[in-house]
């Protein structure tokens, strides 16, 4: 599920403020400075989206955790670990927000915990839930607002008498046409839109609504997909050089980048289908020679839904 969690991050980045209102509601507030995901203590731990902030003028932490699932790791533990370390690192108050993307997760979670023994010892912790299957989609939709919230609106609650597909189309018609200053953020945006309506629509089907559209994705210049792109080349070329000396720089370079892309794929593939998938494909990918088929395979891996749609795509290699 990396490919959701990771296109909702890209989202925030792009449109902290709006989510900052998400989480705190009508509070004046200002964006001081964007806080590192990476809390390096004795075992390290990655958050999501955590941003510093002035609310009513005061320092805070705002932390936007997304969940695609119900956890299995209960949720309340997991962020007492969070806001522990972020309150020991910056000192100062912290109020995390859960964004919950499937339509049945974190139905379950209690928004926090609390213990005391006596009135000598006591402990409360208290977050907000956000499922985005209960935010009103026909209000989003009819305001444009906010734009970070757009992306997700195919998850949202649907009008009475709606369809899925239906509500999809509408929800694309009202992403496409978001105006942007450069192209390079409409295809950022819609990328967004593609991967996370992917959660509970066919990708075939949502980009054949955004060709109907007369819009194409350029999957290749997505944020994600250069992000691991560039791991893999980077990755691959430290590799080759060194290799390159017993074999000859040029071939050892391309032999290096060939054996990142492969690593970086099975990464992916692992993540979005779990050992167990990974296991059906991963002696198909290891004999893959050719960078420009590896580097097509990076897409279908994050955005197919699921395994057998994936090894399609394989097959056609």
Excluded at 114 to 131: A, C, E, M, N, P
Excluded at 299 to 305: D, F, N
Aim: aromatic share 8%.
């Amino acid at each position: 599920m990396g490919k959701y969690d990771i296109s909702s991050k890209v989202l925030f980045k792009d449109f902290i403020e709006d989510f900052v209102r998400l989480a705190i509601k009508d509070h004046d507030f200002e964006i001081v400075e964007e806080i590192p995901t990476e809390l390096p203590f004795a075992e390290i731990r990655f958050i999501d989206a955590p941003v510093r902030v002035k609310i009513d003028g005061k320092d805070a932490i705002v932390h936007i955790e997304f969940q695609t699932q119900t956890s299995s790791d209960p949720m309340e533990y997991r962020i007492a670990e969070y806001i522990g370390r972020l309150i020991h690192k910056y000192q100062m108050p912290v109020y995390v927000t859960i964004i919950y993307l499937g339509e049945s997760a974190g139905v379950d979670d209690p928004g926090g915990c609390q213990f005391s023994l006596d009135k000598t010892f006591s402990y409360s912790l208290q977050y907000q839930v956000i499922r985005i299957s209960e935010i009103d989609g026909e209000k989003v939709l009819s305001q444009k607002l906010p734009l970070g919230l757009l992306p997700f609106s195919a998850l949202m609650k649907r009008p009475e008498g709606v369809g899925k597909e239906e509500w999809l189309k509408r929800c694309t018609k009202t992403v496409l046409d978001v105006d942007f200053d450069s192209q390079e953020k409409r295809q950022s945006y819609l990328g967004t839109f593609v991967i996370i309506s992917n959660l509970i629509h066919e990708t075939e089907f949502i980009l054949n609504l955004l060709k109907e559209g007369k819009t194409m994705i350029d999957f290749e210049r997505f944020p994600l997909i250069q992000e691991l792109t560039k791991k893999a080349r980077d990755e691959g070329i430290t590799k080759g050089i060194a290799e390159g000396i017993a074999k000859g720089i040029t071939k050892g370079i391309s032999e290096g980048i060939t054996k990142g892309q492969v690593k970086s794929l099975i990464k992916i593939i692992e993540t979005e289908y779990g050992k167990k998938g990974l296991r059906q494909v991963e002696s198909r990918i290891q004999a893959i020679q050719d960078e420009d088929k590896l580097f097509a395979l990076i897409e279908p891996a994050l955005t197919s839904s699921s395994l057998e749609e994936f090894k399609k795509t394989l097959d056609g290699i």
